[in-house]
């Protein structure tokens, strides 16, 4: 099942924009932004930082009142694994980028009535399938 809620933030003004126009137009901001860390830029008419681990969470919210007492395996990106992992943590990390989520690396939570936990953050893959030799890790 693919579920919009778990896609990374989206600048819909750049789409199909070629590189050099989008660091022009970002001027100063540019190296920021285009390295990595757009936490903090929040053009008109584009989704925010908040507005979308917001959005992370609430489907969260969705995906536990639908799974109680079940496993459930979710795959996101970088960005919405970081919003969970804020959220599991109760911390706002916006603009500090000072949590590492190494590709293809998972982080296992366990969610219960009292809260969220987490149990393993960034882990390789064959700490979550035992005997596995996945990754480029």
Do not use: K
Not at 70 to 75: D, G
Not at 115 to 137: E, F
């Amino acid at each position: 099942h693919l579920a919009a809620e778990l896609r990374e933030r989206v600048f819909h003004q750049w789409i199909g924009r070629p590189f050099a126009d989008i660091r022009r137009d970002l001027g100063d901001r540019a190296p920021g932004v285009l390295g990595g860390n757009s936490d903090l830029f929040a053009p008109a008419g584009e989704e925010t930082y908040p507005e979308a681990r917001g959005r992370l969470v609430d489907y969260l919210g969705r995906i536990i009142d639908r799974y109680a007492d079940r496993r459930v395996l979710i795959v996101a990106h970088g960005g919405p694994h970081g919003w969970l992992v804020e959220h599991a943590l109760g911390i706002d990390l916006m603009g500090s980028r000072v949590l590492r989520l190494d590709t293809g690396c998972f982080s296992r939570f366990t969610i219960t009535s009292e809260g969220i936990t987490i149990s393993g953050m960034n882990l390789p893959p064959s700490a979550v399938v035992r005997g596995s030799r996945w990754g480029a890790v």
